[in-house]
């Protein structure tokens, strides 16, 4: 569990640089460079999500179970998921009328993707991980509200459906392989 909160604090610690102390982001970009800045940035994150991902796998097997979802709740997951995986095809396609609606659509995917697996996973592992990532994208919704960041202008709607079609072949290729192969364990009940 020890690998699993270390990687949480390093990967949501250096996201949360820009809410917390967004001055002192500021005077570190000015005397690094954003060059170098973006550098540790990346380095830091991929080193806290490698120990996440290989924390959450050594820690779940052995972590107290807190509560048991019911067998259905599995289904309520897999359908939040794919309005996950469409909020995320949202934010990566360019902007349709989609991505102005939702605003920040990379957090709204985290939210829904947090609260789908803590609703199918009662260990403390899950809770952990998945808690915290809801915790982090509320506060960074909160943050960026308060930066009063833009919001995307409006774009074709062929841009929403190259989105909506992105994130349901996605999250197929996770029901049908991926999360197994990835994550060790099956989506389907």
Do not use: C, Q
Not at 36 to 50: A, M, Q, T
Not at 60 to 76: F, G, I, K, N, T
Not at 163 to 173: N, R, S
């Amino acid at each position: 569990m020890t690998v699993l909160i270390i990687g949480l604090i390093l990967f949501l610690g250096v996201h949360s640089v820009r809410i917390v102390a967004p001055a002192w982001r500021d005077r570190r970009i000015a005397a690094m460079g954003p060059g170098p800045w973006r550098g540790l940035y990346s380095l830091v994150s991929i080193i806290g999500f490698v120990l996440l991902v290989w924390g959450y796998g050594h820690a779940r097997p052995d972590a107290p179970v807190l509560y048991e979802p019911p067998l259905w709740m599995r289904h309520v997951t897999a359908l939040l998921m794919i309005f996950a995986f469409i909020s995320l095809a949202i934010y990566a396609v360019p902007a349709g009328r989609l991505k102005p609606v939702l605003k920040h659509p990379m957090l709204v995917a985290i939210k829904i993707w947090a609260v789908a697996h803590l609703l199918a996973n009662g260990d403390l592992a899950s809770i952990l991980l998945f808690g915290s990532f809801l915790v982090w994208a509320v506060f960074d919704r909160i943050s960026v509200k308060r930066r009063a960041a833009p919001v995307p202008a409006s774009g074709p709607v062929a841009n929403d459906v190259i989105a909506v079609v992105a994130g349901l072949v996605v999250y197929a290729l996770f029901v049908w392989r991926l999360h197994e192969w990835l994550f060790g364990v099956s989506p389907l009940p």
